[in-house]
């Protein structure tokens, strides 16, 4: 099993920029494909952004391209993710999670990935 811990979360004006992180512990890091998922309220969890295991391959949701970046440090055993033009749409409650897996070939949905973090809250708000 891998552990997940995210931080990084907090307040942010409008158009600011944030960096979440995510300490993954237990087994090898780099055995699992990542992902970043939102939860805001009252709404479903949605997909953010998907990186294969050593960072060949990266994924975002449309809404997220061009203002987002998924990275990832092996040797660190930690994902990062680094958000930029936040809007207060971005408001929620952001996961990390690990799908164990072969070969990325793309975002194939949250089912897949078997472990999560506890997530951290991100607000957008003047």
């Known amino acids: 099993q891998v552990q997940l811990v995210e931080s990084g979360g907090g307040l942010v004006q409008p158009g600011g920029s944030l960096r979440l992180s995510c300490a993954a512990s237990?087994?090898?890091?780099?055995?699992?494909?990542m992902g970043w998922f939102r939860q805001a309220p009252g709404k479903e969890r949605e997909f953010v952004a998907a990186?294969?295991?050593?960072?060949?391959?990266?994924d975002y949701t449309d809404s997220m391209k061009g203002r987002a970046a998924i990275s990832r440090d092996n040797a660190k055993n930690t994902l990062y993710l680094q958000m930029n033009s936040l809007k207060p749409e971005g408001t929620a409650v952001y996961y990390c999670a690990a799908r164990y897996t072969g070969t990325y070939n793309g975002y194939n949905g949250a089912a897949s990935y078997g472990y999560w973090g506890q997530g951290t809250q991100v607000t957008v708000s003047s």
């Open positions: 237990g087994r090898t890091f780099s055995d699992y494909a």
């Open positions: 990186i294969s295991r050593f960072g060949s391959r990266t």
